[in-house]
């Protein structure tokens, strides 16, 4: 009873096995898969058994030719927590040295390489169904999207009420730089994370950033959209030119899309998996909420900063015409989702505690 009561245990949780529920001891790594790393690889496995009953040919070429390019660039990427962590822990007047040797202790290292491997685990999986969406599913819901949009927003539509108060007024070329820089934002907010220093924030905030990414790429298989820039050009005719880097994008993500698109009657032609399009959820908006909330949770003192990076996010979703209003709103809920679930996982899975918030 003692165990039970420590681990939190309820109802069909009691018949876990005292391994998987039992907090590890300090200092120990624990044995088995994590949460994170078990809906990693079933996510892959899923993705790759969707896609090959889907008829296409998913195999280790294609594992060739996404997963090692990736390898140096996350690397460095999580390299770079630690450094980013370290120059908040000196901005908060607190000195880095226990969290330095904390970080070349072979438990920190060991969890540092799982959370590595993972990122690849699910970043392929994201890719290819991502960019396969052309192929397996043909119905686009660009104009309900649309109409959806303005429903919910009295009658307006937001994609021509900000273009329209933006343009010309020098706004919205700053909006469009900040949405290029969402990648190195993003990026740099998973690797703070993953160079926290106690184990359980970096375990659940992985797990929370498996299930957004995942749970987005089916979303975009079951309800495909291409977004208004694409379906709707004339909105974007006059403020077009405010806005080269997402115009230049834009082109070349559809001429991917057109390569793949072929591949419906032929066979397909030489294609780049990491430029899919889809718009519904906003991942954009959706990683950076999410980043938010952990923020929120483990960073205050960044909080204030974080809301105006997402604030920015979603409005320069909509005026750059890569979304509508509502893919934001879907990423946003698609995120407190994630987040939800990692806490209550971890929390029943047991762990050690949090450490004091930060």
Known sequence: MAEESAAGERGPWRRLPAWLTRPPAPGRVRPGLYAFEIVAWLALA?????????????DWVTVDYTIPPLIAPTLKALASGV?????????RRRPPGDYLRQVFSLPWLLLGARLWLTCLVFTYAYFWLKVSVPLVNWRLWDRELWRLDVLLHAGFSPTVFLVELLAGTGLLPLLELWYSWWLPSTMFG???FCAYPDARTRRRF?????????LGAWLYVALPALGPAYVYPEEFA????????????QSMLMDNYQKVLAGRTGPLKRFNPTRGIAALPSLHVGGHWLLLLWVRRRARPLYLPAALGTALTFVGSIVTGWHYAVDGYAGIIVALAAYWTALAVDRRLGGEADAVED
């Not at 899923?46 to 009953?53: G, H, P």
């Not at 450094?83 to 901005?91: E, S």
């Open 190 to 192: 998973l690797a703070f």
């Open 206 to 214: 992985m797990l929370s950033t498996v299930l957004l990414w995942t």
């Open 238 to 249: 006059e403020v077009r030119e405010e806005m080269p880097r997402a115009a230049g994008a």
């Open 46 to 58: 899923a993705a790759v058994v969707f896609l090959r009953w889907q008829g296409l040919n998913v």
């Open 83 to 91: 450094v980013l962590y370290a120059v908040y822990h000196l901005l």
